[in-house]
């Protein structure tokens, strides 16, 4: 499965300091193993590493 602009994706990412989160995120943008995407639980503008993203997951709409 790949991850598509437009998709709501829930991820587990390792950050700069070597802590690991789990966030929900909307992907805005994929660019040079850069993700560009809103932050769920923020609503703030993220840019994710992809090769710092250990899983990640489709998130289901809710009908």
Do not use: H, N
Not at 41 to 49: D, N, Q
């Amino acid at each position: 499965m790949k991850m598509s602009i437009g998709q709501t994706i829930e991820i587990i990412y390792l950050d700069k300091a070597g802590k690991i989160t789990q966030r929900k995120i909307d992907i805005l943008g994929i660019r040079d193993g850069r993700i560009r995407a809103t932050c769920l639980t923020t609503g703030a503008p993220r840019v994710f590493l992809a090769s710092s993203i250990l899983s990640w997951r489709p998130v289901r709409a809710v009908v």
